[in-house]
Every structure is written in structure tokens, then in C-alpha cells.
Nanobody, 122 residues
Framework: QVQLVESGGGLVQAGGSLRLSCAAS????????AGWFRQAPRKEREFVAS???????DYADSVEGRFTISRDNAKNTVYLQMNSLKPEDTAVYYC????????????????WGQGTQVTVSS
């Protein structure tokens, strides 16, 4: 397992941007798939975006074209650039990582961060 710490959340107006960061411990992180999930009040946690160890990316339909996931293996960090934010993007955002993409994608990752709050005002 790796330890994950998110940062970068906050309050932003609709149409604005935020960049979330997820710093990971461990020298093997470069071989992990990583992703972002979110959970809004009274809703189940949902997939947002993922990136494989080789750089392949996948997005939820609701964020496609607005969000970009990337990773810097030299810094052991995964990013989520969020543009054109909408009030419905308001949620706690969680970083996840796992050696197996097959476990990460459905939300069965072995490693999770503590979450960071993103609030988008209308």
C-alpha cells in the first residue's frame, strides 16, 4: 500500500477552476494506477477519473472535456485539473491508488486519501 494525501480543494464560483493534488509515499508508486473519486452529500461515491501507470486515462461522462488527470512520477503526485466547474461538482474528492487498474476503476483500491472538499457556488 501507499499513503495518499490530497490538497487543493476549496470554494470556487461556477465556471471557475481548481487543481487537486495527491501526494503519494513509496518508491513503487510509479507502477500504481491512480484515480479520483467523489462523494456528494446523500449520494454514493462515484468515479471521476483514472490514470494507469503507463499514462492511459479515463473519465466519467459528467467531467469529460472539463477535467484533466495527470501524474508526475518524479514527484509521486497525481493531479486533477478541474475547469468550468459546476455546482453539481460539489463533493468531497478522494484520491485512490492500486497496483491493479482492475481494482481501482470500480473503487476497490487498496489505498485512499482522506479527501478534500470542493464547493462550487452558483
Amino acid at each position: 500500500q501507499v499513503q495518499l494525501v490530497e490538497s487543493g480543494g476549496g470554494l470556487v464560483q461556477a465556471g471557475g477552476s481548481l487543481r487537486l493534488s495527491c501526494a503519494a509515499s513509496g518508491r513503487t508508486f510509479r507502477w500504481y494506477a491512480a484515480g479520483w473519486f467523489r462523494q456528494a452529500p446523500r449520494k454514493e461515491r462515484e468515479f471521476v477519473a483514472s490514470i494507469s501507470w503507463s499514462g492511459g486515462v479515463d473519465y466519467a461522462d459528467s467531467v469529460e472535456g472539463r477535467f484533466t488527470i495527470s501524474r508526475d512520477n518524479a514527484k509521486n503526485t497525481v493531479y486533477l485539473q478541474m475547469n468550468s466547474l459546476k455546482p453539481e461538482d460539489t463533493a468531497v474528492y478522494y484520491c485512490a491508488a492500486d497496483p491493479s487498474y482492475a481494482r481501482l476503476r470500480p473503487g476497490d483500491s487498496g489505498s485512499w486519501g482522506q479527501g478534500t472538499q470542493v464547493t462550487v457556488s452558483s
